[in-house]
């Protein structure tokens, strides 16, 4: 396995439905200003409490700044950083940044959302994988790049993806 950064690896955060609610009570008690202008941190806050904005989140947020669920997705969709469904228990990451696109990384992509059957902001079912692009993870000479999880994966192919995702169950 080519990886440059080995860390240990994350695993999703399930909290259970009433810690859920009292945190993001928690959190927008600190945006007590109910400004609009502050959605991109309350989102920010409330997904870093279990790793997506829910349908309860997003209700919550739209009644707490005054404003539309329609707004918070439009918002939201915008950034990639945003989830709105469970991350899975690992998180996969496709370079689509100049350096991994010249070398094949749209390619890969699709043979990505093959194999695993899901597309980017997509969680499979059995809750295996989620599945995101980015634009470039700072490792330009390695591309094409994958990340799974913390661990990054250079110069995949086809091949190198398949036994890759293999390490992950
Ligand atoms: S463009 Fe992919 S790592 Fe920079």
Redesign the pocket.
Known sequence: MDTIASSEKTTARHCPPNRAQDGIAAALRTFPTRNPDNLIPILQKVQSLDGYISPEATKKIAAHLRISKSRIFGVASFYSQFRFNPPGRHSVRI?L????HVQGSDFLLNALQLDIGIEPGQTMENGRFDLDRVA?????AL?P?MMVDKDIHSRISVIKLKQVLDEYQ
Do not use: E, N, T
């Open positions: 370079c940044g100049s350096a991994c470039c993870l700072g490792c330009c591309a790049v």
